[in-house]
């Protein structure tokens, strides 16, 4: 009796088999089937029909016997893994597999003999190397007494798969990791923002439990008086899906209160609705509260500007910027945008002066010296120029190197024109003065002078009329008329050595004086009353002799004449330098010297210059140098002339030196 057998491969739409599609097994509808060799027909027929179909696919087929032998490999697999049917038939299905995963891959096979359904996932090497993962699907196709005919196993490459998920994992350890590391707190709220997670940094700063700020019960740590705002500002941000950005105080763990400053921004979908809220919220007390002090600050130097009605000025040395504090254009007429560099500052400095000032300026940023000063002319919106006072500091880094400066410039204009206008009055008063003081030096002399010489003049006329009326008969008579008018004449002499006496004012008292002082203050005199602008005058004592034995006021005005000689020397050179400096010579003396760049002194001028009425000054008396040496000779020193490194003349003389003096109550003062 024959037997009739309908069959065809069939697609397994089951969960056994989700990600592939592909044939999982063949159902047969039979009736009294009884020869097996029909049925093994029509299952080669069914499995050449899926090879033919599988040959299009992207996954690795492979059609295993009833015990898991290997009975055909797809073209799939012999393209991909470089493997064919004769080289593997009758071997088990992991032989295709690395060692290390054999032992998961034969589970899977007696799991699908067992149960009709084996699956696992492993790593394997592709021919060029490349590693892979594979998600395999064992499939049993079985017998109608329930027993496997055939496996199929149909493996998938899920290599970006795996590589996705790990990035994935990654991504997300790493959102984690930087959320708890975050100085910030962080949030995440639902569509309407209502929070659904927030980190631990919530804990920390408030000592509240996570759940407490869930929904809306983070605003229970809003400070009373800010919360309607924050609650106003949230539902607004809320409705209208803008970002949010308030400042508001939080309540610490110990019940005090703190800025901060929240953020949120929404997620959207693909269509625009918000899905999700993400926030952040910055403790920024800190910065409020030093915010706040640098206004109040900023104030108070804005007033303290204005009060002292100086312009003041920050320079950053490596930007080339200069800030101003407000009173640049009341000062000097000058729009402070414009004079936001120091290539501005620079160019309205008079060009006699911008060469002296500009080098002062370099030597004290490349110098020690932390501070500096200078006066000078700057130049006027309307040409015209004020004379100034610019002083300024040295700012530096860790390294030493100056980053910046920081001064003012006060106007001395008006200072200066009353200043000129009092030396000119002075100038007026001392040459009124020096003419009464020599018409009384005049009356005096006459007075004092006449007498004696009336008495030489008659004993001389007395003596030559004895002569020519006796001749050698008044012999005696004519000695003692000559010895009259010797006498008288003795007389004259010692009254004008008693005058020079007086005048030269004879005896010097001489104390301990600190030399840098008696420097130091002959100095300011001599530049405060000079009436030059851009005159550059600088001080080198020797640390070895700090005091000199002498009468202050004196000296100092040796000093101050030198000085201003020196600087009336200078005519219009562009660049005024004067150089004071002290120097131990030997045991018992400190030697001064007044130098400068100017012209010099002629060799012939100089041979008597310290004579009384020499001079190489137009209009000068020729008594200044005469009085300075005097003044020296009588401390027991020395006054000279030598020519200057600088250029010009040097000026210089010796003191005794001296042992510090006792502190009394007037020098402390």
Same mark, same amino acid.
């Given at each position: 009796?024959?037997?009739?057998?309908?069959?065809?491969?069939?697609?397994?739409?089951?969960?056994?088999?989700?990600?592939?599609?592909?044939?999982?097994?063949?159902?047969?509808?039979?009736?009294?089937?009884?020869?097996?060799?029909?049925?093994?027909?029509?299952?080669?027929?069914?499995?050449?029909?899926?090879?033919?179909?599988?040959?299009?696919?992207?996954?690795?087929?492979?059609?295993?016997?009833?015990?898991?032998?290997?009975?055909?490999?797809?073209?799939?697999?012999?393209?991909?893994?470089?493997?064919?049917?004769?080289?593997?038939?009758?071997?088990?299905?992991?032989?295709?597999?690395?060692?290390?995963?054999?032992?998961?891959?034969?589970?899977?096979?007696?799991?699908?003999?067992?149960?009709?359904?084996?699956?696992?996932?492993?790593?394997?090497?592709?021919?060029?190397?490349?590693?892979?993962?594979?998600?395999?699907?064992?499939?049993?196709?079985?017998?109608?007494?329930?027993?496997?005919?055939?496996?199929?196993?149909?493996?998938?490459?899920?290599?970006?798969?795996?590589?996705?998920?790990?990035?994935?994992?990654?991504?997300?350890?790493?959102?984690?990791?930087?959320?708890?590391?975050?100085?910030?707190?962080?949030?995440?709220?639902?569509?309407?923002?209502?929070?659904?997670?927030?980190?631990?940094?919530?804990?920390?700063?408030?000592?509240?439990?996570?759940?407490?700020?869930?929904?809306?019960?983070?605003?229970?740590?809003?400070?009373?008086?800010?919360?309607?705002?924050?609650?106003?500002?949230?539902?607004?941000?809320?409705?209208?899906?803008?970002?949010?950005?308030? =400042? /508001? %105080?939080? $309540? &610490?763990? !110990? @019940?005090?209160?703190?800025?901060?400053?929240?953020?949120?921004?929404?997620? #959207? +979908? *693909?269509?625009?609705?918000?899905?999700?809220?993400?926030?952040?919220?910055?403790?920024?007390?800190?910065?409020?509260?030093?915010?706040?002090?640098?206004?109040?600050?900023?104030?108070?130097?804005?007033?303290?500007?204005?009060?002292?009605?100086?312009?003041?000025?920050?320079?950053?040395?490596?930007?080339?910027?200069?800030?101003?504090?407000?009173?640049?254009?009341?000062?000097?007429?000058?729009?402070?945008?414009?004079?936001?560099?120091?290539?501005?500052?620079?160019?309205?400095?008079?060009?006699?002066?911008?060469?002296?000032?500009?080098?002062?300026?370099?030597?004290?940023?490349?110098?020690?010296?932390?501070?500096?000063?200078? =006066? /000078? %002319?700057? $130049? &006027?919106? !309307? @040409?015209?120029?004020?004379?100034?006072?610019?002083?300024?500091?040295?700012? #530096? +880094? *860790?390294?030493?190197?100056?980053?910046?400066?920081?001064?003012?410039?006060?106007?001395?204009?008006?200072?200066?024109?009353?200043?000129?206008?009092?030396?000119?009055?002075?100038?007026?008063?001392?040459?009124?003065?020096?003419?009464?003081?020599?018409?009384?030096?005049?009356?005096?002399?006459?007075?004092?002078?006449?007498?004696?010489?009336?008495?030489?003049?008659?004993?001389?006329?007395?003596?030559?009329?004895?002569?020519?009326?006796?001749?050698?008969?008044?012999?005696?008579?004519?000695?003692?008329?000559?010895?009259?008018?010797?006498?008288?004449?003795?007389?004259?002499?010692?009254?004008?050595?008693?005058?020079?006496?007086?005048?030269?004012?004879?005896?010097?008292?001489?104390?301990?004086?600190?030399?840098?002082?008696?420097?130091?203050?002959?100095?300011?005199?001599?530049?405060?009353?000079?009436?030059?602008?851009?005159?550059?005058?600088?001080?080198?004592?020797?640390?070895?002799?700090?005091?000199?034995?002498?009468?202050?006021?004196?000296?100092?005005?040796?000093?101050?004449?030198?000085?201003?000689?020196?600087?009336?020397?200078?005519?219009?050179?562009?660049?005024?330098?004067?150089?004071?400096?002290?120097?131990?010579?030997?045991?018992?003396?400190?030697?001064?010297?007044?130098?400068?760049?100017?012209?010099?002194?002629?060799?012939?001028?100089?041979?008597?210059?310290?004579?009384?009425?020499?001079?190489?000054?137009?209009?000068?008396?020729?008594?200044?140098?005469?009085?300075?040496?005097?003044?020296?000779?009588?401390?027991?020193?020395?006054?000279?002339?030598?020519?200057?490194?600088?250029?010009?003349?040097?000026?210089?003389?010796?003191?005794?030196?001296?042992?510090?003096?006792?502190?009394?109550?007037?020098?402390?003062?």
């Amino acid at each position: 009796m024959h037997n009739q057998l309908a069959g065809g491969a069939m697609i397994d739409p089951s969960a056994n088999a989700p990600t592939h599609g592909g044939v999982s097994g063949t159902v047969f509808q039979g009736q009294n089937v009884t020869d097996h060799k029909q049925i093994m027909d029509m299952l080669t027929a069914a499995l050449a029909f899926c090879r033919g179909m599988f040959s299009a696919s992207r996954d690795c087929v492979e059609v295993l016997d009833g015990d898991g032998q290997i009975h055909l490999v797809c073209e799939p697999s012999e393209r991909m893994l470089d493997c064919r049917t004769e080289d593997f038939a009758g071997k088990a299905w992991s032989t295709l597999w690395p060692e290390e995963e054999r032992p998961l891959l034969d589970q899977a096979v007696r799991s699908a003999i067992e149960t009709g359904h084996g699956h696992c996932t492993a790593r394997r090497d592709l021919p060029d190397g490349t590693p892979t993962w594979w998600d395999s699907v064992i499939t049993a196709i079985p017998l109608p007494d329930g027993r496997p005919v055939r496996l199929l196993a149909v493996s998938r490459d899920i290599t970006r798969l795996i590589e996705t998920q790990e990035r994935l994992r990654e991504s997300e350890e790493r959102y984690r990791l930087t959320v708890e590391l975050s100085l910030q707190l962080i949030l995440t709220g639902d569509a309407h923002g209502a929070v659904i997670d927030i980190s631990t940094r919530w804990t920390e700063f408030t000592g509240l439990p996570r759940e407490a700020a869930l929904g809306n019960g983070w605003m229970d740590a809003v400070h009373p008086d800010d919360r309607p705002h924050v609650e106003r500002e949230c539902a607004a941000a809320f409705a209208s899906g803008d970002p949010l950005d308030i =400042e /508001y %105080r939080a $309540r &610490r763990y !110990d @019940g005090v209160f703190q800025w901060v400053r929240g953020r949120a921004r929404p997620k #959207r +979908d *693909e269509d625009g609705a918000i899905v999700r809220w993400y926030g952040s919220v910055e403790n920024i007390d800190e910065a409020r509260r030093a915010g706040d002090a640098l206004r109040q600050a900023g104030e108070r130097f804005r007033l303290a500007a204005q009060a002292t009605n100086d312009a003041i000025w920050d320079w950053d040395l490596r930007t080339r910027q200069v800030h101003w504090s407000g009173t640049l254009h009341a000062l000097f007429g000058h729009d402070e945008e414009q004079a936001a560099t120091s290539g501005w500052w620079i160019g309205q400095i008079h060009p006699e002066d911008r060469p002296a000032i500009q080098r002062s300026i370099d030597a004290v940023i490349d110098g020690p010296i932390a501070h500096w000063s200078a =006066e /000078y %002319r700057f $130049r &006027r919106p !309307d @040409g015209s120029y004020a004379e100034i006072l610019d002083r300024g500091n040295v700012i #530096r +880094d *860790e390294a030493g190197f100056a980053v910046r400066m920081v001064g003012a410039m006060q106007d001395l204009t008006n200072r200066k024109a009353a200043e000129r206008k009092i030396r000119q009055i002075q100038n007026e008063l001392i040459h009124v003065s020096r003419h009464s003081a020599m018409g009384a030096m005049a009356s005096m002399l006459a007075h004092e002078l006449n007498q004696p010489l009336t008495a030489v003049a008659s004993y001389v006329k007395g003596g030559q009329r004895l002569i020519l009326s006796r001749g050698a008969d008044a012999l005696a008579e004519i000695e003692v008329a000559l010895e009259e008018a010797a006498v008288q004449a003795l007389r004259a002499g010692a009254i004008l050595r008693s005058l020079r006496a007086m005048v030269s004012t004879g005896n010097v008292v001489r104390r301990a004086e600190n030399v840098a002082r008696l420097v130091g203050e002959a100095r300011s005199l001599a530049l405060a009353g000079s009436g030059d602008i851009g005159v550059i005058c600088n001080i080198s004592l020797d640390p070895n002799a700090p005091f000199a034995a002498c009468d202050r006021i004196q000296i100092q005005q040796v000093l101050l004449n030198l000085v201003r000689n020196a600087i009336e020397a200078f005519g219009d050179r562009p660049i005024k330098e004067v150089a004071i400096s002290s120097h131990k010579r030997g045991c018992r003396f400190v030697e001064i010297r007044v130098e400068d760049n100017g012209p010099g002194v002629a060799p012939e001028i100089a041979k008597g210059l310290f004579s009384p009425f020499v001079t190489s000054k137009e209009g000068g008396m020729g008594v200044g140098l005469s009085i300075c040496r005097t003044i020296i000779e009588a401390h027991d020193g020395r006054l000279w002339l030598e020519r200057s490194k600088l250029g010009g003349a040097a000026f210089c003389f010796t003191l005794e030196t001296a042992s510090p003096p006792e502190q009394s109550g007037e020098d402390r003062q």
